[in-house]
């Protein structure tokens, strides 16, 4: 029987994981629905659609899919030989930066420009960002993709009822709003591409900064309350 300890839930940690998958589905929902139907987190989609594709002699995003899973690939292999180097071990919110900037960059690019220049720097840039963030609270778990975390879920609470371990229940609550968060981040995104259509995108460094400002303003006003009590 597997028994997991007793962890205590870091706010900060599960407040950052949400806010990943929120962005992860975000940005997926963009690119498929703005930018040539690819994802750029979700890798089990695009093998998905590019081998029905070649099943049905429908090649014509192929390229753009095939290149757009190696991109994901190739950041994760960069970062994961270059992280140390980069200090992401240390600070790992630093892999953040890359998607920012060219998120910022990307809502500005009409949508004449070739899918092809778009969406496979940013699945470069999720690959980043999912190999740096792997936990939370020391729970694995997977910021870019769901199905990892969907039977992450169900395997903590159907270990939950097998052996009323309380541990396992705040596991399996965890992963369920980790889904939520990226459900969420889907949802909106959909609905923004409406109004917003290839502008949309600019929502990623805009939350960014704000998630970055109250990250700052928690940490000050902690550090305030801590030595006001010393006083």
């Not at 950041?75 to 953040?96: A, D």
């Not at 396992?168 to 949802?187: A, N, Q, R, Y």
């Not at 109004?195 to 940490?219: C, D, H, Q, R």
Request: with cysteine; hydrophobic share 55%.
């Amino acid at each position: 029987m597997r028994l997991l300890p007793m962890r205590k839930i870091s706010r900060h940690s599960k407040r950052l994981a949400l806010f990943l998958t929120f962005c992860a589905g975000y940005v997926d929902a963009y690119t498929f629905i703005v930018r040539g139907n690819t994802l750029v987190a979700g890798q089990t989609g695009n093998v998905v659609f590019l081998s029905v594709g070649i099943v049905q002699k429908n090649l014509a995003d192929a390229e753009l899919k095939i290149l757009t899973l190696l991109s994901f690939m190739l950041g994760v292999f960069m970062l994961t030989i270059y992280k140390e180097k980069l200090r992401i071990v240390k600070k790992p919110i630093l892999s953040l930066v890359p998607l920012a900037i060219l998120s910022l960059i990307i809502g500005f690019i009409p949508l004449s420009v070739d899918n092809i220049f778009i969406v496979p720097p940013l699945a470069f840039c999720m690959g980043l960002v999912t190999t740096a963030f792997g936990e939370v609270s020391g729970i694995a778990y997977n910021n870019a993709f769901m199905t990892g975390n969907i039977k992450r879920t169900m395997l903590a609470f159907g270990e939950y009822v097998r052996t009323k371990h309380t541990a396992f229940l705040l596991e399996g609550l965890i992963f369920v709003s980790l889904l939520i968060s990226f459900i969420l981040g889907v949802v909106f995104s959909a609905y923004l591409t409406i109004v917003f259509n290839e502008k949309t995108i600019l929502g990623v460094p805009i939350m960014m900064s704000i998630f970055y400002l109250s990250m700052f303003l928690s940490a000050w006003q902690k550090k305030s309350t801590k030595t006001l009590n010393f006083e």
